[in-house]
């Protein structure tokens, strides 16, 4: 389950101002719908990390488990594993990718229209703003 940020930390401050459940899933931990149970057909090659990317990758995922957006597991039958590799920053420093293409094949997808902060304003009306 995937938990946004620091937002869980107030979940008693959101429920003062919402009852709305999918705004309480969306902080307390967003489910994945799955279109169909994720398969994975081929093995993946262990990737040999240098000494550097090697302490970036376990440093990022330290980050990730002590923020709550990972835990650690074992190994079981019918995991899907997807592969983690290194990319170089503008600064030269590392960036460490999961890349989940592979599970999006099997993640159900919805059309999310981003607004421009002007189209949203636009689209509001007096009685739809929240005063205190």
């Not at 389950?1 to 107030?10: D, H, S, T, V």
């Not at 592969?83 to 170089?88: G, L």
């Amino acid at each position: 389950m995937f938990k946004a940020g620091n937002l869980a930390a107030y979940v008693k401050e959101w429920q003062a101002l919402t009852s709305d459940p999918e705004i309480m899933e969306i902080l307390t931990g967003q489910r994945i719908e799955f279109s169909k149970i994720p398969v994975q057909s081929k093995t993946l090659m262990n990737v040999k990390f240098t000494e550097t990317q090697t302490k970036l990758v376990d440093h990022e995922i330290g980050k990730l488990l002590n923020k709550g957006v990972i835990v650690s597991c074992t190994r079981e039958e019918g995991d899907f594993v997807s592969p983690i590799f290194t990319r170089p920053k503008m600064d030269g420093t590392l960036r460490m990718i999961l890349n989940l293409k592979s599970l999006n094949k099997f993640i159900t997808y919805y059309h999310f229209k981003m607004e421009t902060v002007w189209s949203a304003i636009r689209s509001m009306t007096l009685d739809a703003i929240w005063l205190p």
